[in-house]
């Protein structure tokens, strides 16, 4: 059975909003005349913002005949992106433009420059936990009262706080903050909502939310009789409900106002994987004889096998990732389209009409169907909100050549189905927005002479304004671009982040491990969290997990486990001719990799070749003193092999300096990077090494990642920097990954001996094409090579002004 939300609106006379310090009266349904305190609402003590936008009101006795329905309130030519910028308009909240109402709350009015606020009532169709998701161009918030009062609103999910953020119709996992927590909601009572929404005069407008429940994925609205606004004028406005939604300013204490704290980019929020080397890790005598022992020889290595320069590129192979890292660079989406797989010249022509279907207006179902070709009419919340690895097409009616007004004037109906594509257009205006009839009045030049044939009429044309459907509302396919990609290095787009691993995908073979390590153990274990997931995918064979758990032991400690394990593919069974086939329950093969593990207390040895740089040098030994004294960490080494440095006595430095260990070793002769990466290479016995940039800013995870993704005789590590724009800094990280790049490696050194260490005789004093020569021969050697984008992991800008051999070119010469 399909669930239902009742969406529908209700009028209350209130107060119109005022600042005032005196006691507010609020008539609930399940509480009559009680009169709570703001401690009672808010929590903590009671602030000057949050009396400022108290009111009271009395509600309406409920009717069945309002549901269906939500109040739009529309305000028009405020230019700008940011929700923020609508509260600065001078008639938001108590006089909108215009005020109808909505069917779903999924609206599309095809306009620009506009703000819209919607709000009315939820009532769930069951007692249950809901999540519920926004997507919207531009900005956009989702509000939830705890109960049916409009003062207890509390921020869920939205989207942006810059206006620069936006999505393609439902497109629901693009941000964190899209996505509400779980939230317990009751049949018996009915939950007021606000949405505001911010467009600017780019992009294919669309705001929708959609809501999930985790016992079925399918919801809709219930459509009934409604009652409207038509009655009123427009300078009525003591049934408007004053809100923290609805005002610039929140209550400070407000628990849920959490747009002020959200990050620069959603790779900066808080993520367990961040801190997984904190956490005591389990004894490994605990893992021996969980699983039974299997050879570890994926079908994709191609050891001894011959390769042109630089063909290894085409052989390595990403990661998936689970749960989600935020890897991808949302925020440098408004410059840069490439994750939507689309043409530039497509997207700056059409918008998102391919991911979306306008509904028919109002009374028109009926004659759609009468003429034979309407169609079953599903709602929004028939929104399903999971992976779907492509977008169906539905038919569509045919239609006719007149514009009309629910369509951006210049756009005949029915060619959203035609097109496709994201429209972020450069030129910051939207594509055909002119009307043909639009024109400027006529005026009577003084000079102008007449032309032979035309006469011209003193009278001027009359203007139109093209009319515009604040109520349209229409259909969307939940977007999962995620799944529409494939494990291929992809060179063309460089804000993408990692792949994504569908929970179906990772949380079986979480559970399936978890049975095996307590019936080996007599459920001594439990677990408390799914921190990290990592599959490499051998469509021959299976595929290789790193699973990262924190679990609690029987005495309460907490633990982490890190640990490689192999889900082999089970083979049909095969039965004589004439027979049915065999069809066995599916079953997940478990094993242990022989070989396949990682060390944990593997000594890092970073390398970095220098020649006067010392600004940087210095950042470097100080970064590497908090990387330190954050992790705690004794066994990394700090190995600089310096090329004569004039600017700075680097040796006394690293004498000065905090570091546990490091070593200096003094070159001669211009700067070669090969020939010093390969000198500090040979001052290690065995261990990891890491080959290294000067200007790197590292996360407190580096040391424990670069050791987990390094396993000796099997697997070496490349992991994916983000290169800052000019003026970026880690906090305000603005800039794109270095997809090409394999300069920042990771292996044992036994491993790249075998590779044949750093090519010093081909790459003397240039540099560039070495990494990927490298990449051939490890490749060759018979490793794989893990890439995976590292969060927080940076390269500072900087020019090649001065650096390594450049000379300045004085003038005059």
Not at 168 to 179: D, L, V
Not at 444 to 467: A, I, K, M, N, Q
Request: aromatic letters at 10%; proline letters at 6%.
């Amino acid at each position: 059975m399909l669930g239902a939300f009742a969406v529908y609106h209700e009028f209350v006379a209130t107060k119109p909003w005022r600042s005032t310090k005196s006691r507010f009266s609020l008539a609930s349904e399940d509480s009559p005349g009680r009169i709570p305190t703001q401690e009672r609402l808010f929590g903590g003590d009671a602030s000057e913002d949050s009396e400022a936008w108290r009111s009271s009101y009395t509600p309406q006795p409920w009717r069945p005949e309002y549901k269906g329905r939500a109040n739009l309130h529309t305000f028009e030519d405020w230019c700008g992106s940011s929700t923020a910028q609508l509260r600065m308009n001078l008639h938001y909240p108590l006089y909108p433009h215009s005020r109808t109402t909505v069917k779903k709350l999924a609206v599309s009015p095809r306009w620009m420059n506009y703000g819209l606020r919607i709000f009315g009532y939820l009532h769930p169709y069951t007692d249950g936990e809901f999540v519920f998701a926004v997507s919207s161009d531009d900005n956009s918030e989702f509000w939830l009262s705890r109960d049916n009062s409009p003062l207890n609103l509390q921020l869920l999910a939205w989207i942006g706080k810059t206006g620069m953020e936006w999505t393609a119709p439902g497109e629901f996992g693009k941000y964190a903050s899209q996505t509400s927590r779980p939230v317990w909601l009751s049949v018996q009572r009915r939950y007021f909502f606000e949405i505001v929404h911010k467009q600017n005069d780019r992009g294919t407008d669309h705001i929708e939310v959609a809501v999930s429940f985790p016992s079925s994925l399918h919801f809709r609205v219930c459509v009934r009789a409604h009652l409207d606004e038509s009655a009123l004028r427009m300078s009525d406005i003591t049934h408007v409900p004053q809100t923290a939604a609805s005002h610039t300013r929140s209550p400070s204490n407000q628990p849920d106002n959490q747009l002020s704290n959200q990050p620069a980019a959603d790779m900066l929020r808080v993520d367990p994987r961040d801190t997984l080397y904190q956490i005591p890790a389990l004894d490994s005598r605990f893992l021996q004889g969980v699983l039974p022992d299997c050879s570890y020889k994926p079908s994709y290595i191609i050891k001894g096998f011959p390769l042109l320069r630089y063909q290894g590129l085409q052989f390595v192979h990403m990661s998936y990732i689970y749960p989600n890292d935020y890897t991808r660079l949302t925020h440098m989406e408004t410059d840069n389209t490439c994750f939507y797989h689309d043409s530039p010249l497509y997207l700056d022509r059409y918008g998102f009409s391919r991911y979306m279907r306008l509904d028919e207006p109002e009374g028109q179902e009926g004659e759609g169907r009468a003429r034979g070709r309407g169609r079953r009419h599903t709602f929004f919340f028939d929104v399903i909100l999971r992976a779907q690895p492509q977008i169906k097409s539905r038919p569509q009616p045919d239609y006719d050549n007149t514009l009309h007004g629910d369509l951006p004037p210049g756009v005949v109906r029915g060619m959203d189905r035609l097109v496709e594509g994201v429209d972020r257009g450069g030129g910051g205006e939207r594509e055909g927005e002119e009307v043909g009839v639009s024109e400027s009045l006529w005026g009577l030049e003084g000079d102008s002479e007449e032309v032979e044939g035309l006469s011209y009429d003193s009278t001027p044309r009359p203007v139109f304004d093209p009319e515009v459907n604040w109520a349209q509302t229409f259909q969307v396919t939940p977007l999962d671009l995620q799944a529409m990609r494939s494990d291929w290095i992809d060179l063309r787009c460089n804000v993408s982040g990692n792949l994504l691993l569908r929970p179906r995908d990772a949380l079986p073979v979480v559970k399936a491990f978890m049975d095996k390590l307590n019936h080996r153990h007599h459920g001594r274990f439990s677990l408390l969290r799914v921190l990290n997931v990592e599959r490499r995918v051998d469509g021959a064979q299976g595929s290789r997990y790193f699973l990262e758990l924190e679990l609690r032991d029987v005495n309460g400690q907490h633990l982490r486990l890190s640990h490689y394990i192999y889900t082999l593919i089970r083979h049909r069974l095969s039965r004589p001719r004439g027979l049915p086939p065999l069809r066995p329950a599916p079953e997940m093969l478990l094993c242990n990799p022989v070989g396949f593990h990682w060390n944990p207390t593997a000594t890092v040895h970073f390398i970095v070749p220098v020649k006067n740089q010392a600004r940087w040098v210095q950042q470097l030994i100080v970064d590497m003193e908090g990387l330190y004294q954050t992790t705690g960490d004794p066994n990394f080494n700090l190995i600089i092999t310096d090329y004569n440095s004039t600017d700075m006595d680097i040796e006394a430095a690293l004498k000065a300096s905090t570091l546990h260990r490091y070593q200096y070793l003094k070159l001669s002769g211009n700067f070669e990077r090969s020939a010093g990466l390969q000198a500090g290479i040979d001052l290690i016995t065995h261990s990891i090494v890491f080959l290294c940039d000067l200007h790197i800013h590292f996360p407190p995870s580096i040391i424990d990642s670069v050791r987990k993704h390094c396993v000796e005789g099997h697997m070496a590590f490349a992991p994916i920097v983000m290169r800052l724009d000019c003026g970026a800094t880690p906090r305000e990280p603005r800039g794109y990954w270095e997809v090409n790049g394999f300069g920042l490696l990771g292996i044992y050194k036994s491993d790249l001996d075998a590779a044949g260490g750093m090519n010093t005789h081909d790459f003397t004093d240039r540099w560039g094409g070495e990494d990927w020569e490298l990449l051939d021969r490890i490749l060759q050697s018979g490793l794989e090579v893990e890439r995976i984008y590292m969060r927080n992991f940076l390269h500072h800008y900087h020019s090649k002004r001065g650096m390594w051999n450049r000379r300045t070119q004085r003038s005059g010469t």
